[in-house]
């Protein structure tokens, strides 16, 4: 595969709050603490629309917002793909709630917030964006499957693009606690051409080899709580400032194995 590069990375998981902040606990020169997120108040949102968005997707923004901070390319240019693997399960235990009372009263805010892409909707409107979104779910693979599709749009469309993974626990009983056990995301931005804000360069190809886990006990607790949180070996990757392989889970029989370079 034709490389593309990473100019810029997004990250929100309790303990590893910011990209900024998570470099040193994920290169080892700090102790990894869990501590819980503070609630995410996205600073593109119009008042209007942040009223309205749902926590999950003010969870999204809070890790594109972050990789924003680390780039140069206008927020409006970006193809998005948005990849959740649950979406917002509170809003579907709602709605579900609402359809077996009666009478059947569905909240219109929670009728509006329901659908898989709206974290897309809000972006487009906080960004002014009119460039193509995709909006993909793939359980456990979800990261990956997302990686794959915005590495495939740049190189064919040849563009730039904005990856977010993001993923929230629901209420009982629609949230699978071994696998969402936390909320996480987390961010790319991928382009076409080298930049001066590179750091790596990326090529992706199916691989039958097992995913890669992380050697801190509490971290690897942390990856394997939540599908965007898969995304860790590869952010761990950039951190240390290191090039090699990693591979991702991709939840098809195969896997999705991830080559960094030097860009």
Not at 58 to 85: G, I, N, Q, W, Y
Not at 108 to 133: C, E, K, L, M, Q
Not at 173 to 193: C, E, G
Request: glycine share 4%.
């Amino acid at each position: 595969m034709t490389p593309v590069f990473i100019e810029a990375v997004g990250l929100a998981a309790p303990g590893l709050p910011s990209w900024q902040e998570s470099r040193a606990t994920l290169r080892g020169e700090a102790r990894f603490e869990f501590a819980q997120l503070s609630p995410p108040t996205p600073a593109m949102l119009p008042p209007n629309e942040r009223r309205r968005a749902a926590p999950v997707v003010k969870l999204a923004f809070r890790a594109a917002e972050d990789a924003l901070l680390d780039t140069t390319v206008p927020a409006a240019s970006l193809v998005t793909v948005f990849a959740s693997a649950y979406t917002d399960l509170a809003i579907l235990h709602r709605i579900c709630l609402a359809l077996s009372a009666a009478p059947r009263l569905v909240s219109p805010t929670d009728f509006h917030n329901s659908v898989n892409n709206a974290a897309a909707g809000y972006w487009s409107i906080a960004a002014g964006a009119r460039t193509a979104s995709t909006t993909i779910s793939a359980y456990e693979g979800t990261f990956a499957a997302g990686l794959l599709e915005a590495c495939s749009q740049v190189l064919v469309d040849e563009c730039d693009a904005l990856l977010v993974a993001y993923d929230l626990p629901g209420p009982e009983p629609l949230n699978p606690a071994q696998s969402l056990a936390h909320p996480a995301a987390a961010a790319l931005v991928l382009t076409r051409q080298r930049t001066a804000r590179s750091k790596a360069a990326l090529s992706c190809n199916p691989t039958f080899g097992p995913e890669t886990r992380l050697e801190e006990s509490t971290l690897e607790q942390l990856r394997l709580g939540n599908p965007a949180a898969r995304s860790l070996p590869l952010i761990q990757m950039l951190a240390l400032q290191r090039f090699g392989s990693v591979v991702l889970p991709m939840s098809v029989g195969a896997n999705l194995g991830v080559e960094l370079h030097s860009p």
